[in-house]
């Protein structure tokens, strides 16, 4: 049996289908060492592959012995909790990274973004919009769409308020796990799955997607799409947007690079090397037609934006006379037009 890829035991919600619709993984695992898949083998004769297992008291009494007897102190003591609780609980095993294909799965690997186990664009979440059910998100937990108008009327027939804070197939972050070392203004506009570094600033008009996110120190005002990584100093100003694979981006992968700026209002559809910067109110993309200029500000050349995707030390701008999209370097302009020539 190869090695195990992820791993976790989770406590969730299920409809009244016995169907699942969300999963809360305390402890989630990346590449678990064989203590672990040792202690699965001989609790739950698991054989190998990508499997989801539903746990009664009897086997989370099991696991949390095994799992005491191995010296796995943290996993004992989620399983001994699991065991007192109402609420479901799972074990998911993944044996490789394939699609997702169960809500447990989806959920263990976006708890896998979210608790900084794998960046984003490094996991494997094919399919995962058809896989996760959607979901009213409300101050009593995650419940069905389908069920919803009867929980609604059950609360007021007992006096109670069931407020719907969002109907979507993602929650929000901070409801599963709040990283280190981060300050988020709106907290409902940060999806879990979102990765986000050490020492990010998510002021109230920031949104962060899932499979998104920053390295470390960045001030995010603005949004990042799916698929969008963040290298650690750069800053989004308010308003600014960057093209994910979910927006229109296709399947370039938009990275911002480190001590980049994102103007305000303004908007990326390329990668960005480093030091790089975008002028307030300027969307730049792909097909964007730029024309390149030397130290001097002396017009050395045309090129497309995809021609410099990656690149550091560049300065885009608008020309407020010839409304022209420009292109400064800190590198000669001789340089950069021969670079750009010789690319693919």
Not at 103 to 120: I, Q
Not at 144 to 172: G, T, Y
Request: hydrophobic share 40%.
């Amino acid at each position: 049996m190869t090695a195990l890829f992820s791993f976790g035991l989770g406590i969730g919600t299920q409809n009244n289908n016995s169907e699942w619709l969300e999963v809360f993984y305390p402890q989630p695992q990346l590449n678990p060492d064989e203590t672990v898949k040792n202690t699965l083998i001989s609790v739950l004769g698991y054989r190998g592959g990508n499997q989801v297992i539903t746990l009664d008291t009897v086997a989370l009494e099991k696991l949390a012995e095994a799992f005491a007897n191995a010296g796995e102190k943290t996993l004992a003591s989620i399983a001994d909790q699991f065991k007192h609780s109402d609420q479901p609980a799972v074990i998911t095993i993944l044996e490789t990274d394939d699609s997702p294909s169960s809500v447990p799965e989806g959920y263990l690997k976006l708890h896998l973004l979210s608790h900084r186990l794998v960046k984003p664009n490094h996991v494997n979440l094919t399919g995962l919009f058809g896989v996760l059910p959607n979901v009213a998100w409300t101050n009593e937990g995650a419940i069905d769409i389908n069920e919803l108008a009867d929980r609604q009327l059950r609360a007021r027939l007992n006096k109670r308020n069931l407020s719907v804070d969002s109907v979507d197939k993602f929650p929000k972050m901070v409801d599963y796990i709040v990283p280190s070392g981060v300050r988020i203004a709106d907290t409902a506009r940060v999806r879990l799955g979102a990765y986000i570094g050490e020492g990010t600033t998510i002021m109230h008009e920031g949104f962060v997607n899932f499979n998104a996110g920053t390295e470390s120190t960045s001030m995010i005002e603005g949004r990042i799409s799916q698929g969008v990584f963040v290298k650690s100093g750069s800053d989004l100003g308010g308003g600014s947007s960057t093209m994910g694979t979910l927006s229109g981006g296709g399947n370039i992968i938009i990275t911002i690079g480190n001590q980049c700026l994102l103007g305000a209002n303004s908007g990326l559809g390329i990668p960005l090397g480093d030091r790089c910067t975008v002028e307030a109110g300027l969307y730049i993309t792909a097909g964007t037609k730029v024309t390149l200029l030397d130290d001097h500000g002396k017009i050395a050349g045309q090129a497309k934006a995809r021609d410099l995707a990656g690149k550091d030390d560049l300065l885009f701008r608008r020309n407020s006379t010839t409304g022209t999209v420009e292109c400064l370097t800190n590198k000669s302009a001789v340089e950069l037009n021969a670079a750009l020539h010789t690319s693919n």
